[in-house]
C-alpha cells in the first residue's frame, strides 16, 4: 500500500454541501507526487470548491483533505509556503509597483529562486517601474506565474490560469508552464475547460462530475477509451436506450453517428445486426471524447429524475 506521503492530495470521503445542493460527493482523491496533474469538469463539478477546501479556505461538510501529507484545515505558514496558487483573477495589488511586489515576495519566501523568476517573467515585457494595474491580463498572468515558481513550491495550484487571455498570451504562458521545469521541481495541478491546453501540457488527466471522481488517467488513454463510429443504416437505426457505452449520437446526411465509451470491435457487429451495410471507425481528439463524456455524465442524473417522476 503507498504511503499517504507519495501523495500531494488526498481526500477520503470528502463532501460539501451548501443548503440543498452537493458541491463533492464522498470524494476520494489521490494525486501523486510529480508531473502535471489536469483537473477538468462542467460547471459545477466542483473544482472550485475543491481546491477551497484544500487550501483552508473552506471547511468540508464531511470527510478529510490533505495536501503536502497535512490536514488542509490545519496549514500552518510554513505549509503554505510549499504551496504555489495561480488562480484566474491573477490577483496582485493594482496600486504597487512590479518592482515592489516583487520584493516583497522575496523577503516572504527563503527559498525564492531568481533564476526561475526570470526565466518566466522574461517571456512577458513586464517592466518594474510599471504599476501592476497597467499590466495587461497576460502580462499580469506572467508575473503570477513568475512569482508562484520562483517561491520553490512542491506544489503550484492553477485555477483556470489561462482564462480570459489571448491567443499570444496563452501561448506565452503555457511554454513559460512548460519550460520552466516546474513538472521536474513540483508537482502542478492545472484546472481549465481548454483541452487544447491539457492535452498539451497535462500528464494526467483527472475528471470530475457532480462532486465525483469518473477518471483518472493518462489524457491519451482516456482518448483510446472513446471512438467515433459512422454506420449507413438504411432506416431509423436502433434505440439509442440499447446502443453499449452511449455518449452521443445524431444522424447526418443519411448516415449515424455514434460516440462511444470502452466499445471494441464487437460494436461494429452490433451495428451490422442493427441493419448497417457499411460500418467505419475513427479516432477522436481530446477535446471530443472528454466533452461527449461530460455532456453524457452531466445528463444522466436529469433522465432518471425525469423516468422517477
Known amino acids: 500500500m503507498s504511503d499517504s506521503h507519495d ?31 489536469a483537473i477538468v469538469g462542467a460547471n459545477g463539478a466542483g473544482k472550485s470548491t475543491l481546491f477551497r477546501i484544500l487550501l483552508g479556505f473552506l471547511p468540508p461538510t464531511a470527510g478529510s483533505a490533505s495536501i503536502l501529507g497535512r490536514d488542509s484545515q490545519r496549514l500552518t505558514p510554513g505549509d503554505r509556503e510549499r504551496i504555489g496558487f495561480v488562480n484566474e483573477e491573477h490577483t496582485l495589488p493594482g496600486w504597487m509597483r512590479v518592482a515592489a511586489v516583487v520584493d516583497m515576495h522575496r523577503r516572504q519566501y527563503p527559498r525564492w529562486n531568481e533564476t526561475a523568476f526570470r526565466g518566466v517573467l522574461d517571456h512577458y515585457h513586464v517592466l518594474p517601474e510599471q504599476k501592476v494595474g497597467q499590466l495587461s491580463r497576460g502580462e499580469r498572468a506572467g508575473l503570477n506565474l513568475a512569482i508562484a515558481l520562483a517561491q520553490g513550491p512542491e506544489l503550484l495550484v492553477l485555477d483556470e490560469p489561462t482564462l480570459g487571455l489571448d491567443v499570444v498570451a496563452k501561448r506565452a504562458f503555457l511554454e513559460s508552464l512548460m519550460y520552466s521545469n516546474a513538472s521536474d ?44 463510429w459512422v454506420a449507413d443504416i438504411p432506416f431509423k437505426g436502433p434505440d439509442p436506450r440499447t446502443v453499449p457505452g452511449l455518449l452521443q449520437s445524431q444522424r447526418l446526411d443519411g448516415l449515424h453517428h455514434y460516440l462511444v465509451l470502452d466499445q471494441d470491435e464487437d460494436f461494429a457487429e452490433f451495428l451490422r445486426a442493427s441493419g448497417a451495410r457499411s460500418v467505419q471507425s475513427m479516432p477522436v481528439s481530446l477535446d471530443r471524447a472528454v466533452n461527449g463524456f461530460l455532456a453524457k455524465n452531466h445528463a444522466a442524473p436529469a433522465a432518471a429524475a425525469d423516468a422517477a417522476s
Not at 483541452?195 to 482516456?222: H, W, Y
Open 7 to 37: 501523495y500531494v492530495i488526498q481526500t477520503r470521503g470528502l463532501s460539501k454541501r451548501y443548503g440543498r445542493k452537493l458541491a463533492l460527493d464522498r470524494l476520494d482523491l489521490c494525486i501523486p507526487r510529480g508531473r502535471i496533474h
Open 185 to 228: 521541481d513540483c508537482t502542478v495541478v492545472y484546472c481549465s475547460h481548454q483541452m487544447e491546453e491539457i492535452e498539451r501540457v497535462a500528464d494526467n488527466l483527472i475528471i470530475l462530475e457532480r462532486g465525483q471522481l469518473k477518471n483518472m488517467s493518462a489524457p491519451e488513454d482516456f482518448c483510446a477509451r472513446v471512438r467515433h
